[in-house]
């Protein structure tokens, strides 16, 4: 996941080696750093002890690993091909070639011989067709992709039916088994000043719970330093519940 330059590898609910695969091919694209952690006399010492002390262990590398564990977040440098962009997007346009069509809201795909060849673009009448010359990638979130597959004719025959969509596909799957993602973004100010206070540097990461099987004791942990006025310290937290 890409948030601000900051890369964690997310637990997904599939094979331990498809994940790793797939996230070390998004990696090899990208220069990765660990964010520089200043100990002495710090919050993130403070943090850090109460943390082991509790049975989560330091880990140079917890926003890599899925072991539980706390330690300093890992930052895109830049993308291998030189761009320094905050986005996949600057990442994988590094040579420009990239078009992005805006207010472009994808109706459904087009296929020709069963295989998917371009989408049809909902605004004009008639809507607009856009055809790939190598494929064609559907990636619009959890809510929308299924939504465009079912105006494809690729979901639940009997949703399909109801919807009075001629049927192309059967795949009971598609918008099935949706999960929810909960987290509670916190701040926590101090009212102390202090002479390292106004770093924004040294994020934490933590990862608590290995047993996938009890989400109720899985969650991730994120806390970023932002500087405030008069030298205080304020950080930013997401704590993500699985």
């Not at 004009?124 to 990636?139: A, E």
């Not at 701040?187 to 989400?215: D, H, V």
Request: charged share 20%; glycine share 10%.
């Amino acid at each position: 996941m890409v948030n601000g330059r900051i890369y964690t590898r997310t637990p997904l609910p599939f094979s331990s080696k498809m994940v790793s695969a797939a996230y070390e091919d998004v990696e090899s694209e990208l220069s990765l750093v660990s964010d520089a952690i200043p100990i002495a006399g710090s919050w993130q010492e403070t943090v850090l002890k109460g943390f082991v002390a509790a049975g989560v262990p330091y880990r140079s590398n917890a926003s890599m690993s899925f072991k539980h564990g706390i330690g300093p977040v890992q930052k895109i440098a830049k993308c291998k091909g030189g761009s320094k962009g905050l986005s996949a997007f600057h990442c994988t346009n590094s040579d420009g070639k990239a078009q992005v069509l805006r207010h472009a809201h994808v109706d459904q795909v087009i296929f020709e011989n069963g295989k998917a060849v371009g989408v049809e673009v909902a605004g004009s009448s008639p809507n607009s067709k856009i055809f790939g010359r190598h494929g064609v990638v559907l990636s619009a979130g959890a809510l929308q992709t299924p939504m465009i597959l079912l105006r494809s004719g690729i979901g639940h025959p009997k949703d399909l039916q109801r919807l009075g969509i001629q049927l192309r596909v059967s795949s009971p799957e598609v918008g099935a088994n949706l999960q929810d993602h909960p987290y509670l973004p916190f701040r926590l100010r101090l009212r102390f000043p202090a002479p390292w206070s106004c770093s924004e540097e040294g994020s934490l990461y933590a990862f608590y719970g290995a047993n996938f099987s009890r989400p109720s004791r899985t969650f991730e942990l994120q806390l970023i330093p932002r500087c405030r006025s008069q030298q205080l310290l304020e950080l930013k937290g997401y704590l993500m519940l699985r």
